[in-house]
């Protein structure tokens, strides 16, 4: 498969995308930083860290904080349990155009925990290559206007082996991302000690150690409103299939 058009910040387009005076243009920002240097640290709750750098990403570009009916962000690699890991955001503005274009200028930021400082080197190939499973789509209206059910219908599975390879990821990646742990993976834990154990041998004691605390905080099965993560995957934001 041929890899996206992808603007690379070098050239001309791109790099005009950064005069913020035109607010409105389609553009895609791209931010590359390293877990550490998210404001917060590992006991601080996921979505609060992670809404903070998306914060400070539209305050830096548009000068004002996220909003979901001009944006729409992602996130890859964000395992707010550990330090030192390269994670990304990507925080897409669509503009009022109705259809905007599917591949419009990216600008490419490293995030040094003070400051955001442009990249003019191309893009990666990995990163270009990872940025497939990212379409420039807007969320539909009626989803962000939509009221969650405080409980989501249980997730139906093709079979036994499926449901416990999905749901051993999904606390996987809970863990290393500091997410709130739900009353269902709890029970997965209690009900599947083999791969509980494949989980175990995989991320740090002290992360291991929020299951046996019992002053945990442990979550309904909701979504937070607002966000496009999901953590069914590796790759916190990216669309399930």
Same mark, same amino acid.
């Given at each position: ?9 070098? /050239? ?6 950064? @005069?913020?005076?035109?607010l409105?243009?389609? *553009? ?12 917060g ?7 609060? #860290?992670?809404?903070a750098m998306?914060?400070? *990403? ?19 690699h ?19 155009? %109705?259809s %905007?274009? %599917?591949? &419009? &200028?990216? *600008?490419?930021? #490293? ?8 990249m +003019? ?10 940025? +497939?499973?990212? &379409?420039? $789509? ?6 962000? *206007? $939509?009221?969650?059910?405080? +409980? ?12 416990? #390879? ?6 996987? @990646?809970?863990? /290393?991302? @500091? ?21 175990k041998?995989?991320?740090? %004691?002290?992360?291991?150690? #929020? ?11 909701? &979504? ?18």
């Amino acid at each position: 498969m041929d890899v996206p058009n992808v603007v690379d910040p070098t /050239l001309t387009e791109a790099a005009a995308a950064d @005069n913020t005076s035109d607010l409105d243009r389609p *553009i895609r920002v791209l931010v590359q930083t390293q877990t550490h240097l998210v404001s917060g640290d590992r006991s601080t709750e996921f979505g609060e #860290r992670y809404d903070a750098m998306v914060n400070l *990403i539209c305050q830096h570009v548009w000068q004002r904080e996220y909003d979901k009916f001009r944006e729409r962000d992602w996130s890859y690699h964000c395992h707010f349990a550990l330090d030192n890991v390269e994670c990304w955001f990507l925080v897409d503005h669509h503009g009022p155009d %109705p259809s %905007p274009p %599917p591949d &419009p &200028p990216i *600008i490419w930021y #490293r995030w040094t925990g003070k400051e955001f400082v442009m990249m +003019r080197d191309p893009l990666p190939g990995r990163v270009r290559r990872e940025l +497939r499973h990212y &379409p420039f $789509q807007r969320v539909a209206y009626h989803l962000l *206007i $939509q009221e969650y059910p405080k +409980r989501r219908t249980p997730r139906r599975y093709k079979s036994r082996a499926e449901e416990i #390879r999905v749901k051993r990821k999904m606390l996987h @990646n809970t863990l /290393l991302s @500091n997410l709130g742990l739900t009353e269902e993976l709890l029970r997965f834990v209690q009900d599947c000690p083999d791969a509980a154990e494949w989980v175990k041998a995989r991320v740090p %004691p002290e992360t291991w150690a #929020r299951l046996e605390d019992p002053s945990e905080i442990v979550l309904p099965l909701e &979504p937070k409103e607002g966000h496009t993560w999901t953590g069914s995957s590796d790759r916190v934001g990216r669309p399930e299939s």
